[in-house]
């Protein structure tokens, strides 16, 4: 029966977890997976989500009774306020449905399996690079597979603007175009302002159907309203959207996936119906949403005082991570290394794109036991001050070799 079945090409992100498991080495650095950690290189659950995990298991009154296929309520209004903002035109028209998703990939699921079932094979194109889940999730949902738009300039490490808006103009009007809301990933280079603008007018011109994937709100600058910038100025604009939001790295909850679809439509008298289908989606793929999370999630993001400690943790961890940026760069400049390392310190985000290639990642991978994908790209939260340096003499050995 099971003879037929092809072996799975290994995910390009979580095979470098495995690899690192297995590494007996005591120096090994993991650099691939992006999940925060502290200095001292261990997972961080956020004061503010223990506190509440304290609380709620303390508190008799609650109990895990079935959530409704498009979740808990009080999340969901309090995630789309967090997403649109207390001003949203949208929202106050009451012409976005938003249900819970199983984290930033289950929205990103159910969305494009709504495309697939009801807007028709409609072509997707994603950056060139992208995060790479976005070429699994895309066709798994029922979707030809993706296409792509250029987005990052090598040379400059920064986005190539004008690569971008022709590929946009040239797209096949109606199709779908992801873009990473803020903090792209890989690349951690994000178009500016202005840049968003000229990209919004294109969009429209173009005819084409943004799905915002918003998985660092709040994380990649630590203000929740800078880093959600972008996808307001497209949902202010009048234009029909998905957005997809994970509170995986902004709350720290990775594993309780916690996340929403948000579907902005045109007039409030779709609404019905839109939340009817996607609740009929969500049924026949996995019935209701996990609760635990979504429930803390909520309790954060509806009291002040928790909201603002919350804020205080942001800011917290996304300094460390620029504080990461700024010593791995002046360690690779100290060290030598040849070329400008500048990039380390603009990009924006979990990640940098070092501009290492294939080779050197394998080089410094089986030589340093330090692990990232081969793409170049390296979790900055994974970097402490133990470490820093030590990756900094792996990366300047490679690029020196
Ligand atoms: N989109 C992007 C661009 C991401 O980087 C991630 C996390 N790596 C996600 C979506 C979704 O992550 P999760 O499903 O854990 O929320």
New binding site residues.
């Given amino acids: 029966l099971f003879s037929a079945v092809p072996a799975a090409p290994p995910d390009p992100?979580l095979s470098i977890t495995a690899a690192f498991r297995a590494d007996p080495s005591p120096k090994k650095v993991n650099l691939g997976v992006?999940a925060y950690r502290t200095d001292d290189g261990l997972p961080y659950v956020l004061p503010i989500v223990r506190q509440y995990e304290r609380h709620f298991a303390n508190d008799h009154s609650l109990n895990h009774e079935y959530l409704p296929q498009d979740g808990l309520t009080h999340f969901t209004v309090h995630s789309a306020r967090l997403m649109f903002g207390k001003h949203s035109a949208p929202l106050n028209d009451n012409r976005v449905v938003t249900v819970q998703a199983?984290?930033?990939?289950?929205?990103?699921r159910i969305g494009f399996a709504f495309i697939a079932t009801f807007l028709g094979q409609r072509l997707v194109y994603v950056p060139n690079p992208?995060?790479s889940?976005?070429r699994n999730v895309v066709p798994h949902a029922g979707l030809p597979p993706t296409r792509t738009y250029r987005y990052f300039d090598a040379a400059t490490c920064a986005v190539d603007i004008d690569g971008l808006l022709a590929d946009l103009k040239a797209a096949v009007p109606g199709s779908i175009v992801i873009f990473?809301g803020c903090a792209?990933?890989p690349t951690g280079a994000d178009p500016s302002r202005e840049q968003w603008k000229q990209i919004l007018q294109v969009v429209k011109e173009a005819a084409l159907v943004p799905f915002f994937?918003n998985?660092?709100q709040g994380f990649a600058s630590g203000d929740l309203d800078t880093d959600a910038w972008s996808t307001r100025l497209f949902a202010d604009s009048g234009i029909e959207m998905f957005v997809?939001q994970?509170?995986?790295?902004n709350m720290g909850m990775?594993g309780e996936?916690v996340?929403a679809l948000n579907v902005v439509l045109s007039s409030s008298s779709s609404v019905d119906i839109v939340r009817g289908q996607l609740k009929r989606l969500i049924r026949a793929t996995y019935s209701s949403p996990p609760l635990h999370g979504a429930r803390i999630a909520a309790a954060i993001m509806s009291d002040e005082h928790a909201f603002r400690s919350w804020q205080t943790e942001l800011r917290t961890m996304s300094e460390r991570i620029r504080n990461m940026r700024t010593r791995l760069r002046d360690c690779l400049v100290a060290n030598g290394a040849p070329g400008n390392w500048d990039h380390i310190v603009k990009q924006i985000g979990?990640f940098s794109f070092t501009g290492l290639n294939a080779e050197q990642v394998r080089f410094i991978r089986s030589k340093y036991h330090v692990y990232m994908t081969l793409n170049g790209r390296i979790s900055m939260a994974g970097l402490t001050e133990a470490t820093v340096q030590y990756v900094a003499d792996a990366i300047c050995d490679a690029v020196k070799s």
């Fill in positions: 992100i992006g199983l984290s930033g990939t289950g929205a990103l992208t995060w889940n976005h990473h792209h990933n994937d998985a660092y997809a994970s509170y995986a790295k990775y996936r996340g979990m």
